[in-house]
């Protein structure tokens, strides 16, 4: 099924994501302790983004934060919350929490200073933004 979504011209192309992330959550549902079960759940909220299932990706980013603390990924599900709460969802305070979530338990991975220059945008339009940008 994952080769099959990556072609942007593949029929029943949101059922058929739709299966793949009732896979991914199956398995990490039965095979709790396997060590690809952590990415299971992140690809389960990647696809989910991609049906814009936010609050279902919410989720299962949350799950990886909360269940799988070594997992390569964690950071990259903390930020993934913080810029759903931001982008999609409009819930500003959320992000930031998320976002400095992330800052406070990874200040040397290269998304704490992405998740920085998100807290200082937050609520700001694309126009604010560079605007921003040519002040500097």
Known sequence: IEKSL????TPQRTELTTQLVDFYLSYADLFSK???TPDMIFK???????????DDALAHYDRVDRYFKTY?????????????????????????????RLIALYPKHILAEQATQSIAHLGLSDEEIIRSFEKK
């Open 6 to 9: 990556d072609n942007p011209n």
């Open 34 to 36: 396997d060590p690809q």
């Open 44 to 54: 389960a909220g990647n696809q989910s983004v991609n049906l814009e299932k936010f």
């Open 72 to 100: 390569q990924k964690r950071p990259e599900s903390i930020y993934l919350q913080g810029f759903i709460y931001d982008t999609y969802k409009n819930e500003y305070g959320k992000a930031k929490e998320k976002y400095e």
